[in-house]
T-cell receptor, first 112, second 116 residues
Framework: DAKTTQPTSMDCAEGRAANLPCNHS???????VYWYRQIHSQGPQYIIH???NNETNEMASLIITEDRKSSTLILPHATLRDTAVYYC?????????????FGSGTRLQVQP | NAGVMQNPRHLVRRRGQEARLRCSPM?????VYWYRQLPEEGLKFMVY????????ESGMPKERFSAEFPKEGPSILRIQQVVRGDSAAYFC??????????????FGPGTRLTVL
C-alpha cells in the first residue's frame, strides 16, 4: 500500500471549513484514498473514500488531484464535535476485506 | 441494527495472567479485524479473520497472542501471560461478506487493557 503524509496538527474555527491535506505520491492506479477519524479514544469512524473523482457525502467532501498524488478532505462547517485525529489511508479497493494501515494522522482542533 | 460490540470495555490484569477480549461483529458481517493502539500511538493491525479461519495474522505478535472467530459466538483475542507492555486499547472492526461497496470497516468502542 502507498505511504501517506499528513500534517501533524491543524486548527479550525467553528463554523468554518476545515481542509485536511494528504500526500500520497506513490499511489498506484488501482488504489483508493480512504479517510477515517478517531474522536478521543473512541473507535475509528469511516468518513469517505474515492478513486479518481471528487466525492461528497453527508459528512465531508474529498478532492483528489488529477495526478492522484494528493487529496484534501473538506469538512464544510466544522463543529466542536469534529475535533479528532483524521487518518488518510491509501489501499487497494475493498479495504472492507483487508487490514487498514493507519499512519499518525492529523489532529484537528476545532476552536469555539 | 446494533453496531460492533466489544466486552469488557475495561480490563485489568496482573502480570502473568490471561486476558480474553470479545468482539461481536455487526449483524450479517463475517469478517473481523483486530487492531491495537498503544498509549499515544496510532492503530496497528493485528489479525484478520473470517468465520473459523485466520486470513491474515501478519500483525500479531508471535508469542502469547491468539485469535479465533468460531462458527457460533464472538471473536476472541486471547493474550496469555500478560506483561505491562500489553497495556493498550484493543479495537475490533467488522465488514460484510460481499466485496465492493464502500469498503468501510465498522469499529467497536474498544477494550482498554491495563496490566499491573
Amino acid at each position: 500500500d502507498a505511504k501517506t503524509t499528513q500534517p501533524t496538527s491543524m486548527d479550525c474555527a467553528e463554523g468554518r471549513a476545515a481542509n485536511l491535506p494528504c500526500n500520497h505520491s506513490t499511489i498506484s492506479g488501482n488504489e483508493y484514498v480512504y479517510w477515517y477519524r478517531q474522536i478521543h479514544s473512541q473507535g475509528p469512524q469511516y468518513i469517505i473514500h474515492g478513486l479518481k473523482n471528487n466525492e461528497t457525502n453527508e459528512m465531508a467532501s474529498l478532492i483528489i488531484t488529477e495526478d492522484r498524488k494528493s487529496s484534501t478532505l473538506i469538512l464544510p462547517h466544522a463543529t466542536l464535535r469534529d475535533t479528532a485525529v483524521y487518518y488518510c489511508i491509501v489501499g487497494k479497493g475493498d479495504t472492507g476485506r483487508r487490514a487498514l494501515t493507519f499512519g499518525s494522522g492529523t489532529r484537528l482542533q476545532v476552536q469555539p | 441494527n446494533a453496531g460492533v460490540m466489544q466486552n469488557p470495555r475495561h480490563l485489568v490484569r496482573r502480570r502473568g495472567q490471561e486476558a480474553r477480549l470479545r468482539c461481536s461483529p455487526m449483524k450479517g458481517h463475517s469478517h473481523v479485524y483486530w487492531y491495537r493502539q498503544l498509549p499515544e500511538e496510532g492503530l496497528k493491525f493485528m489479525v484478520y479473520l473470517q468465520k473459523e479461519n485466520i486470513i491474515d495474522e501478519s500483525g500479531m505478535p508471535k508469542e502469547r497472542f491468539s485469535a479465533e472467530f468460531p462458527k457460533e459466538g464472538p471473536s476472541i483475542l486471547r493474550i496469555q501471560q500478560v506483561v505491562r507492555g500489553d497495556s493498550a486499547a484493543y479495537f475490533c472492526a467488522s465488514s460484510p461478506e460481499t466485496s465492493g461497496g464502500s469498503g468501510e470497516q465498522f469499529f467497536g468502542p474498544g477494550t482498554r487493557l491495563t496490566v499491573l
